[in-house]
């Protein structure tokens, strides 16, 4: 059974840091492309993505802020994210990337509920980020 269990929200002040987790179980980690995805307005944002090869991509909106890494003998994605902003306070989660890809299950022109919604088993359960100014 494909998991992703999230961890390390919460609450912090402007300019203020903190790390993301993601830790995966029931699929092949290492060959796995695995996403952080944040619902924003009017959008479920692809915030970042690592690869089987460490290939990674940022959203222009926190590239230079956010660094995504991979723990392979842990299983676990791990999302830091320096020099927080209001505009960052979201509901972040985590998701099997290149799973949903292969079952042609990525996130459309709708809320990241509504994605989750359609393969609930590709997503974590999230985690509420907030920043206060």
């Known amino acids: 059974e494909v998991q992703l269990v999230e961890s390390g929200g919460g609450s912090v002040k402007t300019g203020g840091s903190l790390r993301l987790s993601c830790t995966t179980s029931g699929f092949t980690f290492a060959e796995t492309e695995i996403g952080w995805y944040r619902q924003v307005p009017n959008e479920c944002e692809l915030v970042s993505t690592i690869d089987s090869d460490g290939d990674i991509y940022y959203a222009s909106s926190v590239r230079g802020r956010f660094t995504i890494s991979r723990d392979i003998p842990k299983n676990t994605v791990n999302l830091q994210m320096n020099n927080l902003r209001p505009d960052d306070t979201a509901v972040y989660y985590c998701?099997?990337?290149?799973?949903?890809?292969?079952?042609?299950?990525?996130?459309?022109?709708?809320?990241?509920?509504?994605?989750?919604?359609?393969?609930?088993?590709?997503w974590g359960e999230g985690t509420q980020v907030i920043v206060s100014s």
């Open positions: 998701a099997a990337y290149s799973l949903m890809l292969a079952a042609d299950a990525l996130v459309r022109s709708e809320t990241c509920a509504m994605a989750k919604a359609r393969a609930r088993h590709y």
